[in-house]
């Protein structure tokens, strides 16, 4: 009896330590598998990068590397039409960010989550302030570095006049002519120590009507037409004009 007791001591014993063995194996297998998936995390964001499409259907890589005490960022993107290709840069501390360092992923990932609302990539803010770091001052924010090509806005073109319709012709001013002006007679200087010069005035001549005279020639030849013949008013005249002289 005490030997079978003894032997199930033994198989109790025994089991107890495989179970503890087990459980410290399962143990460092999980602690194993976090750091893994830490590393990974870690490692995803420097190696693998995200990829995103912008509003107008243009596909984009994002980039991480570190430079110095900087963490940057380069967005690479390509059109469907050909020759449509740009890219900016971004630079920054995330790291001062508490939330960043456990997954840094997550941070690019909020970035990329507002960049896929643009029709350029490259054409959103200067300063990215995702949500899990916003609170942090702008030295933890991700800022605009630089772009290929340099984005400019165009201005305004000025409209164009419509050709049909013939521009109305200017309409000239009036030429005004200024009106002669009349001389005004200066006055005469009084000369010293005489008086003031008066004009004579001398009265003109009028006119006078005399009336003609009757000649004695025309009384006679008027009497000789009165009491003589047509045919004798030339003697008849003759004779009045002499007696009457």
Known sequence: ?????????????????????????????DNRQQQQQQQQQQRSVWDEPIRFSTKTKDSCTMVVSGVG??????????????????YCDFQGKPNLCR????????????????????SHACQGPKIYRPQMCKKYPEEAQMTFLAAW??????????PVQDARKPAAPAQAKPVVTPRPVKPQPQPVKPMP??????????PKPGKTTTRPTEQPDSKASRMASEYCWKSFHGVCSYFISWFQN
């Open 149 to 158: 090509p340099k984005t400019t806005t165009q201005k305004p073109s000025k």
């Open 1 to 29: 009896m005490r030997a079978r007791m003894r032997l199930l001591l033994l198989v109790l014993a025994a089991g107890v330590c495989v179970s503890h063995a087990q459980t410290n194996n399962n143990n460092s297998n």
């Open 193 to 202: 120590g005489k008086g003031p010069q008066t004009k004579k005035t001398t």
């Open 69 to 86: 005490d900087y963490t940057r960022l380069r967005v690479s993107c390509k059109g469907q039409t050909p020759g449509r290709s740009y």
């Open 99 to 118: 939330a960043y360092n456990p997954n840094p992923r997550h941070y690019f990932t909020q970035m990329m989550w507002d960049m896929r609302k643009l």
